[in-house]
C-alpha cells in the first residue's frame, strides 16, 4: 500500500486497540488514545526506511535518506544470508527484513528500553520522529506542497505539547506498566509496522511477514490472501474502498474506547 493507506491503518489500529484495553479494563486516558493514534500513524510508514523513494526516507532530508540506504543493503545481506535454495539472490532489501513481525516487535522493543533508560529526552525523540511521521502519512498532500523545515516545526512543538501532557499526573505516562513511565510507547510502534506488514499482504508481491519460519521450502514467503483479491499498491481498491473504510472504522475504535472509558 501507499503511505497514506499505511498511516490510516495504523491510526486506526492504535483506536482499535484503545477500545480493547477499555473493554479489558486498562483503560487509555485520552492523550494515551490520540498521541498513540498518532504514533502508530508515523511508524506504520517506517517498514519501508529500506526503500529509498519511500515517504519515511524523504521525511528528514539527507539523514533520512543516508539511513534507508544502510537499511536496504543491511536488509539485502540477511535476505542473501539467510534465503532458501530455491529462493532467488537479490539485489535490493525492499520488503524484506523491515517487513518481517520480528523487525517490528525488536523496533516496539528498542523505543520502549529507550525510554525507560533515557528518559524524557528519549521520549521526546520518538515522538518528533513520528509526529513528524504522521504529518507526512495522514497529511501528504499539505506536507508534500509545504517545506520540510515547516513539518519538522510543527513535529517538534506537537512532540513537546503531547510529553507534557502526557507527564500530567493521570495523563497516561504510566499507563499500563504503572511502575515505568512510558514503558507502553513501543506498543504503538509495534502495531504500526505490523499493520504495515499486514497492508502490504493484500498487495500483489505478498510481504514475508513470518520470517525465518519455512513455508512452501521458503524462508521469505510472501504470506498474503489469495491471489485474486490482491491489488496494486495505489490501485483504486486502495483510495476508495480501504482508505475510507479505515476512517469509519478507527472512528467507531476511538468512540467505543472513550464510551468504554466512563
Known amino acids: 500500500m501507499m503511505g497514506p493507506a499505511h498511516s490510516l491503518s495504523g491510526a486506526m489500529a492504535w483506536l482499535l486497540a484503545g477500545a480493547g484495553a ?73 520488503r524484506t527484513l ?38 507526512e502519512g495522514l497529511f501528504w498532500r499539505a506536507a508534500r506542497v509545504s517545506s520540510d523545515v515547516l513539518v519538522w516545526l510543527l513535529g517538534a512543538t506537537s512532540a513537546w505539547l503531547i510529553a507534557d501532557v502526557l507527564d500530567e499526573p ?19 510502534i509495534a502495531l504500526g509496522a505490523i499493520v504495515h506488514t499486514l497492508g502490504d499482504a493484500l498487495t500483489i508481491s505478498g510481504c514475508p511477514v513470518l520470517w525465518p519460519l519455512p513455508i512452501a521450502g521458503k524462508r521469505w514467503y510472501p504470506v498474503g490472501t489469495p491471489q485474486f483479491m490482491r491489488f496494486r499498491a495505489g490501485a483504486w481498491v486502495e483510495n476508495k474502498v ?11 475504535g476511538g468512540i467505543g474506547a472513550t464510551l468504554l472509558t466512563f
Open 98 to 135: 523491515t517487513h518481517t513481525w520480528i523487525w517490528a516487535l525488536l523496533c516496539g522493543a528498542a523505543f520502549s528500553a529507550a525510554a525507560g533508560l533515557w528518559g524524557r529526552w528519549a521520549v521526546l525523540f520518538t515522538l518528533f520522529v513520528h509526529m513528524v511521521l504522521a504529518v
Open 22 to 94: 477499555a473493554w479489558a479494563d486498562h483503560p487509555m486516558p485520552w492523550p494515551v488514545l490520540l498521541s498513540g493514534a498518532l504514533i502508530c500513524a508515523g511508524a506504520a510508514l517506517a517498514p519501508d526506511l529500506d526503500h529509498k523513494s519511500a515517504t519515511i526516507s524523504r521525511a528528514f532530508g539527507p539523514l533520512s535518506k543516508a539511513l534507508a540506504g544502510i537499511v536496504d543493503k543491511i536488509a539485502e545481506f540477511v535476505y542473501n544470508t539467510t534465503r532458501a535454495k530455491g529462493e532467488r539472490k537479490r539485489s535490493s532489501g525492499h
Open 170 to 188: 493521570g495523563n497516561g505516562s504510566t499507563w499500563l506498566f504503572h511502575q515505568e513511565p512510558y514503558l507502553w510507547l513501543g506498543l504503538p
Open 242 to 252: 480501504l482508505m475510507p473504510a479505515f476512517m469509519v472504522i478507527g472512528a467507531a
